[in-house]
């Protein structure tokens, strides 16, 4: 598909205002996003994220998706349609908002990393690909056993050893050998402002992981660190 992505570019350019293509571009950055329910606060963490209004975005995708048809309603979410758009959506995106790489990387809020990493992993080049995974593989590896009490720090671990076990389960099950007793018992389950609190989100994670053989060993490793060092 390759020699024939410049054409269906220039056909995109064609049949979309500056101002769709803006939002096309910012929706081709995600899988999915959410924008009504209790997803809605996808919708305006993205907005944020590219500096969209967000009832500008909602009227925008709305006729996209009632003229070219580029954008596809599915329930709660919006999403890019056909993939090849997607896949030139998301090219445009990182070029225009990613011109920093570093800094772009750091300001992906909590709730669109996953439809960001999967989409990143379904449409971004080799080169964009190194990129972001040296980005947050670099993330994972500098995290210490004393961070892991933040609510903010164990939610990105877990959506990262959700889209990739292989490269990040390992690196946490390492964080958490490398504890203390009393670093992991500060590591509470106590829900804060309706979220998991930290330790729930670990042991529900590696719960999770041991249904795999492959994964199996180091969920096994992460419990029973975590159940040597109760703290519930």
């Given amino acids: 598909i390759g020699p024939a992505l410049g054409s269906i570019r220039d056909y995109l350019r064609a049949r979309v205002t500056n101002e769709e293509l803006r939002v096309l571009k910012a929706l081709s950055l995600v899988t999915k996003v959410g924008m009504k329910g209790d997803v809605a606060q996808q919708l305006d963490d993205l907005c944020n994220l590219v500096d969209i209004d967000?009832?500008?975005?909602?009227?925008i995708a709305n006729r996209l998706h009632d003229g070219p048809g580029f954008v596809a309603r599915a329930g709660r979410f919006f999403y890019v349609t056909p993939e090849v758009i997607a896949q030139i959506g998301f090219d445009l995106a990182w070029l225009h908002w990613a011109r920093d790489p570093q800094e772009f990387l750091q300001r992906i809020p909590q709730s669109l990393l996953e439809p960001f990493l999967k989409r990143v992993a379904r449409s971004a080049s080799n080169r964009v690909r190194q990129t972001v995974g040296d980005f947050f593989r670099g993330w994972a590896n500098s995290v210490v056993s004393g961070q892991l009490a933040s609510v903010e720090t164990v939610d990105r671990f877990v959506t990262l050893v959700e889209v990739d076990p292989?490269?990040?389960?390992?690196t946490l099950r390492r964080i958490v050998e490398e504890s203390t007793r009393e670093d992991l018992t500060a590591i509470t389950g106590d829900s804060i402002g309706g979220r998991w609190g930290p330790r729930r989100s670990l042991v529900w994670l590696a719960e999770h992981m041991a249904a795999f053989p492959e994964h199996f060993e180091d969920a096994e490793r992460i419990l029973l660190r975590l159940a040597l060092a109760e703290s519930e």
């Fill in 54 to 59: 967000v009832q500008h975005f909602r009227d």
């Fill in 166 to 170: 292989r490269t990040y389960l390992p």
